[in-house]
């Protein structure tokens, strides 16, 4: 049975202060933590990296003037209640604002567990429309939420309508189950996906740290890769749970070597309530140089940023381009991860060629 009051966390962990001082508000998410999950957490450590990713404190409560409920916009580029197209090629869908477990760094909590529950029936058929009427679209983000609340019944409805409306769109599916409560992750689920094919899938995955990468993590993740979906991670970059070039590596290193690509390290959103999380970018910086040394290209994963004011994303990592050259013909000179310097001579092409 899932943790979801103050009273009931109290029969597993000795709470601090700050977490006995945390009362709901809107700039805070629902209490609600998985059987899998709390068996993970060290009781007797108030400073454990899992236990942070999942038992709320005060902090919470309070937020700064440089945050929002909404920094990434997307309310301004939603069409319907659960449709939001903020790139040109790429739309995500809200099937839920449900989670099995909510993360207390949640960017979305402006929807996230509001108990609203899944997307209608209407909502389905005008996001349906929206991507007839815009073929530029290549790919949807499946989330909320997380869509695999929903049962395997709901879901086969769900992505058969998606799927007649854009047989050839590519979905990604956006789920923490692998990390929250694997034994979600079922064959029968699986060949649910399998049978809707005429476009491939993707698993959006986010673990954080290395010990959520457990046995029963490994193998819901494998019925996915075995059964031809590529999985991909989403990690954050969160103060006191990861942000540390040993912890990192350790975890990308383990991704690769269970068939997930390591494919983003994400800069905590200004998202109202979560400032306590973020770590500053000039160490966020010096933690990705040295996981450039220290990983394959396999395993190292983007450091990105989700600008504020619906800025999108990109890249944050050091500037390897130390000089370029004053005309298209000349030498650029760059810096080596290992702080070195090279020079790189441009070919001598003609200006028609460009």
Not at 208 to 226: G, K
Not at 314 to 340: A, H, M, V
């Amino acid at each position: 049975m899932a943790i979801t009051t103050l009273e009931q966390l109290k029969q597993h962990l000795e709470l601090t202060q700050d977490e006995l001082s945390w009362k709901p508000s809107p700039t805070s998410v629902p209490l609600c933590i998985t059987e899998h999950y709390m068996r993970l957490l060290d009781p007797s450590d108030p400073s454990d990296p899992l236990r942070r990713q999942v038992v709320p404190t005060c902090h919470e409560n309070v937020g700064s003037r440089s945050e929002s409920p909404d920094p990434l916009m997307e309310v301004k580029h939603s069409h319907g209640e659960r449709l939001i197209h903020r790139y040109m090629n790429r739309v995500a869908f809200l099937a839920t604002d449900i989670c099995p477990m909510y993360c207390r760094h949640c960017f979305r909590r402006r929807f996230t567990g509001n108990m609203m529950g899944p997307a209608s029936e209407s909502d389905i058929a005008g996001a349906c429309e929206y991507l007839k009427a815009n073929p530029q679209i290549k790919e949807m983000l499946l989330t909320g939420g997380d869509p695999l609340t929903l049962s395997d019944e709901q879901l086969d409805s769900m992505i058969g309508s998606f799927r007649k409306a854009r047989p050839n769109l590519i979905i990604r599916i956006c789920t923490r189950y692998p990390v929250s409560q694997p034994s979600r992750i079922t064959p029968h689920l699986i060949e649910m996906f399998r049978s809707h094919s005429t476009a491939p899938f993707y698993l959006m995955t986010q673990f954080n740290h290395p010990r959520e990468l457990t046995d029963e993590s490994i193998r819901a993740v494998s019925l996915f890769v075995d059964a031809g979906i590529p999985a991909m991670n989403q990690s954050v970059l969160l103060r006191g749970v990861n942000d540390n070039a040993d912890t990192l590596e350790e975890l990308c290193n383990r991704l690769l070597f269970c068939r997930v690509k390591p494919y983003y390290l994400f800069q905590g959103d200004m998202v109202v309530g979560t400032e306590y999380f973020r770590v500053p970018i000039r160490r966020g910086l010096e933690i990705e140089r040295e996981l450039r040394l220290r990983l394959s290209g396999l395993a190292m994963p983007n450091y990105v940023a989700d600008l504020p004011d619906g800025g999108g994303k990109i890249p944050l990592c050091g500037n390897y381009i130390l000089q370029e050259p004053d005309n298209k013909k000349g030498s650029w000179l760059f810096r080596t991860p290992e702080g070195e310097t090279r020079s790189v001579q441009d070919p001598d092409l003609s200006p028609q060629a460009y």
